[in-house]
């Protein structure tokens, strides 16, 4: 072999084994999504070896009404790294995101959605990121995001609401790809919207609140393949209002 090629080798696994965490849990909430949750979780399951030495996978079904449950208990079957959580009846985005920080055991949790809208592979950007700054959050922002002009309308009008209430100034505030510390969901005062979508923004602001340091990378975004978002729903907006008044008059 000629010795530039053996060095760049040398090089490119030190970087690997360098940018390796020691520990990972990555949780997938999912409502809904039997069309994607097996690719999702398996396409996560195959690279995690390479970017964690100890990793564990919890799918929080949130109640869902088609087969997401039956499919994430037939997974867990499969790969003893894997734990399911099951909502019965189903509680909201909010609550699945909870249960997934509350139930993770080890040093830094990743979470990603379970539509298949995200490479998981683009963890790779949250770790080097986090080593390059000592973050105790990375996270995601989108990449050309592909939604409909209505959503990433409605999507700045609430960044801005955010921002004039709280100050939170971040490229994307409900970006469903995050790395965080465990000692920040252990630390933060306990979380607390369900139903609406408030609970990103109500996690960012806690965590700013209490000191720790917000770093933000590019992430890739794909036109969803099967299965319908739900976000959207009149109630679960009016909820997510509801709860950003509420923690604003709180923290007021």
Known sequence: MRLDLYLEQ?????????????????????YNEEANLRMVVEKAINYLPKIAQKWEVLIVDD??????GEIADSLAKEYRQIRV????PNRGYGAAFKSGFYNAKYEWIAFTDSDGQFDFRDIDKFIEKQKETSADLVIGYYLGRKVSLQIKITSKIWEILVFLLFGLNVHDIDCGFKLVSKKVISSIPKLESERGAFI????LVKARRAGFKIEEVGVRHYVRA???????KLNVIMQSFVDLFRLWQRLK
């Not at 109640?63 to 997401?68: E, I, N």
Request: a positive charge.
């Open 226 to 232: 099967g299965g319908k978002p739900t976000g959207r």
């Open 63 to 68: 109640g869902s009404k088609d087969k997401t």
């Open 200 to 203: 990103s923004s109500e996690f």
């Open 85 to 88: 959580i099951h909502h019965r």
């Open 10 to 30: 040398i090089l490119s696994y030190t970087f690997f084994y360098m940018n390796r965490l020691s520990e990972l849990s990555v949780f997938f909430p999912a």
